[in-house]
């Protein structure tokens, strides 16, 4: 089995800043897409910033500038790091990984996902 796990999470003051942390482990081949979403009370779960296994980057327009996903492929982990929070950004904050495994000799990929980390913002 897969298993994320993140860190990093908690309660900082509006103008700071926060770094996620997400490992990835188990019979992992190997891992294309990496990403962080997050989820507010009463609200869907949104995309935050998602990178490939070549680095290329996507934010959404709320954090553009003050957010930064990179990872660390050897280690199969994936970070977020966060500047300038704002206390609309209070919210649990998942990482997900597109993992390639092999399930009975076939190469398989499947989407897996953290179990969350909560990060709050005060104003």
Do not use: H
Not at 86 to 91: S, V
Not at 94 to 114: M, P, T
């Amino acid at each position: 089995q897969v298993q994320l796990v993140e860190s990093g999470g908690g309660l900082v003051q509006a103008g700071g800043s926060l770094r996620l942390s997400c490992v990835a482990s188990g019979k992992i081949v190997g891992i294309n897409g990496m990403g962080w979403y997050r989820q507010a009370p009463g609200m869907q779960r949104e995309l935050v910033a998602d990178i490939t296994s070549g680095g290329t980057t996507n934010y959404a327009d709320s954090v553009k500038g003050r957010f930064t996903i990179s990872r660390d492929n050897a280690k199969n982990t994936v970070y977020l790091q966060m500047n300038s929070l704002k206390p609309e950004d209070t919210a649990v904050y998942y990482c997900e990984a597109d993992v390639i495994r092999y399930v009975a000799l076939v190469r398989s990929e499947g989407r897996y996902w953290g179990q969350g980390t909560q990060v709050t913002v005060s104003s």
